[in-house]
C-alpha cells in the first residue's frame, strides 16, 4: 500500500543532542500527525499540525507542516534517552478520512 | 478515562483458522479504525467503522470483515488465515470531526 517517505530511517544519536527527521509525500494532506511508537505499544500522538507552514511545538518537539502540503518535518531538541522508539509521521485528507503512514524513523540515543 | 483498549495481547494461530480481534473506544469517540502493521513497517489502514457501517476499506481482501456495535466497539474478523497475517493489529477510535486518531496497544498475530 501507500506509504509516506520518512528519513532518516534510523538514527543514532548522543544524549543531548538535537534530531531531525522529515517526511515526504507526492500527493496533498491536509493534516499531518507524527507519532511514536515503543516496543509492543501502539502509536502514541505527538502533535497534529492543520494548516501549511503551521510550527506546533509540544515541549521539546517542535514539527512543521510544509509549505507545499506534500511534506513535514520533526525536531526534537537536546534528547534524552526516553526518546527511544520509532517516530511515525501520518498523513489525512480529511477528518474521517484514513491515515497514511511513513514508514518510520528508529531513534537510538546513547546516554 | 480510559483510553483504547484491545483484546487479545498476543494470539497464536494456525493456518486455515479464523480469529477475531477486539476494540474498545476512547470515550466519546464514535468512530473506529483498523490497521495492520507488519514487522519493520508502518501501519496499513485495513477499514474504518461509522454508525455500525464499513465507511472506507483499504486494499485487504474479503477474508477480512469487521463489524461496530451500538455502543461503539468494534471487531476484527480474520477467515482462512495465512502466515503473511502475521502482524501487529491496531484499532484507533476518533471523533467523526475530528483529525486526531487515538491507537490502542495493539493485538499481536502470529500464524503458524
Known amino acids: 500500500g501507500q506509504q509516506l517517505n520518512q528519513s532518516p530511517q534510523s538514527m543514532f544519536i548522543q544524549e543531548g543532542e538535537d534530531v531531525s527527521m522529515n517526511c515526504t509525500s507526492s500527493s496533498i494532506f491536509n493534516t499531518w500527525l507524527w507519532y511514536k511508537q515503543d516496543p509492543g505499544e501502539g502509536p502514541v500522538l505527538l502533535i497534529a499540525?492543520?494548516?501549511?507552514?503551521e510550527l506546533t511545538s509540544n515541549g521539546r518537539l517542535t514539527a512543521q507542516f510544509g509549505i507545499t502540503r506534500k511534506d513535514s518535518f520533526l525536531n526534537i531538541s537536546a534528547s534524552i534517552p526516553s526518546d527511544v522508539g520509532i517516530y511515525f509521521c501520518a498523513g489525512l485528507r480529511y477528518a474521517g478520512n484514513m491515515l497514511t503512514f511513513g514508514g518510520g524513523t528508529r531513534l537510538m540515543v546513547k546516554p | 478515562d480510559a483510553g483504547v483498549t484491545q483484546s487479545p495481547t498476543h494470539l497464536i494461530k494456525t493456518r486455515g483458522q479464523q480469529v477475531t480481534l477486539r476494540c474498545s473506544p476512547k470515550s466519546g469517540h464514535d468512530t473506529v479504525s483498523w490497521y495492520q502493521q507488519a514487522l519493520g513497517q508502518g501501519p496499513q489502514f485495513i477499514f474504518q467503522y461509522y454508525e455500525e457501517e464499513e465507511r472506507q476499506r483499504g486494499n485487504f481482501p474479503d477474508r477480512f470483515s469487521g463489524h461496530q456495535f451500538p455502543n461503539y466497539s468494534s471487531e476484527l474478523n480474520v477467515n482462512a488465515l495465512l502466515l503473511g497475517d502475521s502482524a501487529l493489529y491496531l484499532c484507533?477510535?476518533?471523533?467523526?470531526?475530528?483529525?486526531?486518531?487515538?491507537f490502542g496497544s495493539g493485538t499481536q498475530l502470529s500464524v503458524l
Open positions: 499540525l492543520y494548516k501549511a507552514g
Open positions: 484507533a477510535s476518533s471523533l467523526a470531526s475530528d483529525e486526531k486518531l487515538f
